[in-house]
C-alpha cells in the first residue's frame, strides 16, 4: 500500500447528483442548510447545483436563486453542472458559481445518444464551440469526464483502448485549440466496475499520461464502490466525487432500491483509518448526512452514519 | 493483483449470523427453502444454525429440528455454531450437522467477558478440554477463529501483535494435545477495519504461518466489506464468511440500521468480474437474497440484488 497518496481531495456531490433523482422537491433553503453542513465539515469543493432544463430536473429548477443565496465559506468551491451550452451560458451569468473549464464524453454511443441525442463523434465535434464560450468568459478549460467509462447498461462493458482513444482525441481538441488537459475525471456511472477494472483503466491511463489529476465519480449499484476507491488510490487517483449517506439512489420502480454514489462520510472513514488526509471533520459529515437523510424523507444507505464513527476511541491508548 | 487467489470459498452464514439479530422467528419451513436455495446456487458451505441457549437466541431455537429436515445436497457441507460444550454435545447428538474441530478465542478482554462471562486466559485454559471434547467424538480440532480481531467497540483497536500472540498461544495448545491449526478465520466482528488494516494483519500471519488457510468474517458496519475482502484476498485470504442480502444487520435502537454481514452476492459479483472463480451462480444467488428478505420481511442492504447482475452482458460481443 506504499503508494497510497498522502491526502485525497472529496468533492461532494450530493446537493446536485444526490438529489436529482429524490422524488421529494428539496426546497432551497434545506439546500442550503445540507451544503453549509458540508462545507463546515471541511469539504472544499461542492457541486451544488446544476444548470439544466428545469422540466427535464425540477430538483435543480432553484439553481440560480441557490447560487446567489450561499453564503461561500473562504477556501471552499461551490461548482455546478451543465449540460449544454445554454446551461454554461446560464451558469456564467449566474456569477456565483466556482467555473471549471470541462469538456465531457461519455464512452458508450448507445448512452450518450439516449442522454445527449448526439453520437460520441457528434460531441467531440463541438468540443471546440465549447472551447470558445469558455474562452469568452475567461475560463481555462483543462478538465475532461468520461461518462460509463467501465460499463453501460445499454451497451455493454467498455472496452478500455476505448476510453484511452477519447481522452486521446479530446487532448489532441484542445492542443488545437490553444489549452491543454491537465484533470481527468473517470465515471462509473451504472456501477459497473469492479477494483480490477479500475487498477487496469487506471493503470492504463497512468501509464500513458503519468502527469493527468484523476478523479473517479463511483455509484455503489453493484456495493463495489469503496472498494473501487481504494483499488483506485492505490493506482494514484487523488480525486472522488462522492455525496454524503450514499444519496443518488433510485426510488423509482424498475431500479428501486438501487445504490447512489459512493457515500462521502464512508469514504471518508476508509481514509481516516489508513492514514490518509481529506481535512474533512468525519463527525460533522455525519451529521451533515443525518440532515440529508431528513431533508429527503427516507432511509439512506451510508454505513458510517449507521454503524458510528470511531472518534471515541482515537483518543485512548488502544491504537496499536 | 497477480497474487489473486483463482478461486474463493464463499461460506453462507445468512441463516445463523444473519438471522439470530431479525426481530421475525423465521419459521424452520422457511428457513429450509433459504437453505436451499443458497446451495442451489452453488454455495458449497453453509452455517445453517446455531445450538444455544434458545432462551437467549430465540431464532436459533429450532436448530435440531432444522438440522433433522435439510435435505442435503452432495457436496454441500452444512454446519453449525456452538459457544460452549453443551452446544458442541448438541451438534454431536444431532447426528446432521457437518462438523469442524474449530476453537474460538476473542482479541477483545472487554468483550469476550461480556459476551462469554470468561476471560481471555480462562478461554485459553479450557481449550484442551474443548479438544478432548472434539476427540471423544471422533472430530479432529484443526481450526480458530479469532473474534474482535481488527477493533472492539468495548475496547477500542486490537493491536497486531495480540493477534499474532492469540494465534501462537492456540498453536501451542494444539500441539500440546496431538492436533495441529491449519485454518484459521479472523474476525471483524464489529466491523472496524479498512483495507490497510486487512492488509497488514493478514500480511503479518501469512509472513509467520504462509501455510495457513485464511479465512475472512467480514461485516459492513461501516461500508468497508468488500474493500476489506478485496484486500484480503490480495493477501492471499481464500475463504469468506457472508451473508445473502447482507443479512445480519441491526434492526433494534442503538445501532438501529447498521449493516451486518458482507453481502455474499455482492462479494460474488466483485469475484466473478474479476475472474476469480466462486462456482456461484450469482442470478440463482440473487433469487436466494430475493427470497431472505421476503421472509426478514423488510428491505435488506444488499446491492446487487437491487442494483442487477450483468449476466445478460456476457455472452455479448462488449467485453474487452
Not at 427516507?298 to 454505513?303: I, R, V, Y
Amino acid at each position: 500500500m506504499s503508494d497510497l497518496p498522502k491526502s485525497v481531495k472529496m468533492i461532494e456531490v450530493g446537493p446536485r447528483d444526490g438529489l436529482q433523482i429524490e422524488p421529494r422537491i428539496v426546497p432551497t433553503g434545506e439546500k442550503l442548510r445540507m451544503i453549509d453542513a458540508i462545507a463546515e465539515a471541511g469539504v472544499k469543493e461542492i457541486e451544488a447545483g446544476s444548470f439544466v432544463n428545469p422540466k427535464a430536473v425540477p430538483q435543480m429548477a432553484d439553481a440560480d436563486e441557490l447560487f446567489d443565496k450561499i453564503e461561500k465559506k473562504p477556501g471552499v468551491r461551490y461548482r455546478a453542472l451543465w449540460l449544454n451550452p445554454k446551461g454554461l451560458e446560464r451558469a456564467i451569468e449566474n456569477g456565483h458559481v466556482d467555473m471549471d473549464g470541462k469538456l465531457t464524453i461519455t464512452a458508450s454511443e448507445a448512452f450518450i445518444k439516449r442522454n445527449t441525442n448526439r453520437s460520441i463523434d457528434e460531441t467531440f465535434a463541438q468540443m471546440p464551440d465549447w472551447i470558445a464560450q469558455y474562452r469568452e468568459a475567461g475560463i481555462v478549460v483543462n478538465s475532461l469526464g468520461v461518462m460509463a467509462a467501465f460499463g453501460c447498461n445499454f451497451e455493454g462493458y467498455i472496452p478500455e483502448d476505448r476510453v484511452v482513444r477519447l481522452v486521446d482525441r479530446t487532448m489532441k481538441i484542445m492542443d488545437d485549440h490553444g489549452c491543454r488537459l491537465t484533470y481527468l475525471s473517470l465515471a462509473d456511472t451504472m456501477g459497473w466496475g469492479t477494483p480490477g477494472q479500475m487498477k487496469s483503466l487506471v493503470g492504463k491511463i497512468r501509464h500513458k499520461w503519468p502527469d493527468l489529476t484523476l478523479k473517479l465519480h463511483l455509484h455503489d449499484t453493484r456495493g463495489q464502490a469503496v472498494a473501487n476507491a481504494v483499488a483506485g488510490m492505490e493506482m494514484g487517483v487523488t480525486e472522488f466525487d462522492a455525496s454524503v449517506g450514499g444519496l443518488g439512489g433510485c426510488p423509482f420502480a424498475g431500479h428501486k432500491g438501487a445504490a447512489g454514489n459512493i457515500c462521502t462520510e464512508d469514504l471518508v472513514f476508509t481514509c481516516a483509518e489508513m492514514g490518509i488526509e481529506t481535512g474533512i471533520d468525519l463527525d460533522a459529515l455525519v451529521e451533515a448526512a443525518k440532515l440529508s437523510e431528513e431533508f429527503v424523507g427516507h432511509p439512506l444507505p451510508g454505513k458510517v452514519m449507521k454503524g458510528g464513527t470511531l472518534t471515541r476511541f482515537k483518543s485512548e491508548a488502544g491504537r496499536a
